[in-house]
């Protein structure tokens, strides 16, 4: 366990985005399409540092890394956007749930515009993402841990393949398959209802799960704290492209009728925005796509659709 002390020296000194730079990233941020083009124009004109610790446009501290894919589209703005601007349209007052947190981008965003009150506990088993983790969450004014543990369906210690990738820090998994490239490494794993009953939380507002393909076993280790409707809103990665999808059934089965499936999406030709489209589990399971799923309690849905910063809500089906 790895408690939340890190301090902005103890990160060390962070150097200055170039301007061309911030440039590229607000274009890319606003969902204009052909911002890779601009970046290329970019990059040629100031090389970003590498190796260096900045802080991005958002706020975002970040270690540059061009070889780590997950670096380096954040440092240019592309990274889930869609999803980077839902979670900044929450309202996040209770705690906050990160499972394969990764480097710390969607906890981030998460909790850098809501009450420093929030808490977190974040999970990430791989310790390549260990540092860049830590140099996030000492940024965040919100209280929390980092955990260097995976999270399952029962408690003990599993084999964490493909760690140490160079090219994507996201790719690790406690699901064995072709796509994985790196060291294996046994980690401890823990189930969400021992998480939950060991910290003893009333409230859980945001629940994040992206765990490559594991995300049936985070399931069924979590659903007793489900069907407590203690979680207001869960966001999740499905990916179809790891393994069958049909966990999505037992999972409706668990939630039953308190929640509202969306997919979360981004349309348009030539400016890319983000939509949460109502869905059914029967329209879920038809996906071949990797895409992320949110699921929101329907009084919570009520509160949401109603702010003046909600994302577009497509409920044609």
Request: charged share 25%; hydrophobic share 40%; net charge neutral.
């Amino acid at each position: 366990m790895t408690e939340k002390t890190m301090s902005q020296n103890e990160a060390g000194e962070f150097v200055r985005y170039p301007l061309i730079h911030r440039l590229a990233f607000e274009y890319a941020q606003k969902g204009y399409r052909g911002s890779s083009y601009g970046w290329r124009v970019a990059k040629r004109l100031r090389n970003p540092k590498i190796g260096k610790n900045t802080k991005l446009p958002s706020g975002f501290v970040l270690k540059v890394n061009e070889r780590d894919w997950i670096s380096k589209t954040i440092y240019e703005g592309t990274y889930e956007r869609a999803l980077l601007k839902f979670l900044k349209s929450l309202d996040l007052d209770e705690f906050v749930i990160d499972i394969g947190a990764n480097i710390g981008i969607t906890l981030w965003r998460a909790l850098a515009h809501n009450p420093s009150k929030t808490a977190f506990l974040a999970f990430e088993p791989s310790v390549g993402c260990q540092e860049a983790l830590e140099l996030v969450c000492s940024a965040l004014s919100a209280k929390g841990e980092v955990r260097l543990m995976a999270i399952g369906s029962a408690n003990g210690k599993m084999p964490l393949h493909g760690v140490g990738n160079q090219s994507h820090s996201g790719s690790a998994s406690l699901l064995l398959h072709s796509g994985l490239n790196g060291d294996e490494v046994e980690v401890e794993v823990r189930t969400l209802d021992s998480v939950m009953e060991t910290c003893r939380l009333s409230r859980v507002s945001l629940l994040k799960i992206d765990t490559e393909g594991f995300e049936s076993e985070v399931i069924k280790g979590g659903e007793t704290t489900l069907k407590s409707q203690l979680v207001d809103t869960v966001i999740m990665e499905v990916s179809p492209n790891f393994g069958p999808i049909g966990f999505l059934s037992d999972l409706e089965i668990v939630l039953g009728n308190d929640y509202i499936w969306f997919r979360l999406d981004e349309l348009g030709i030539i400016k890319r925005f983000p939509v949460l489209k109502i869905i059914s589990c029967k329209e879920a399971l038809k996906y071949t796509d990797q895409w992320n799923l949110v699921l929101m309690r329907n009084e919570v849905f009520t509160k949401y659709k109603e702010k003046s910063n909600a994302i577009t809500i497509d409920a044609k089906n």
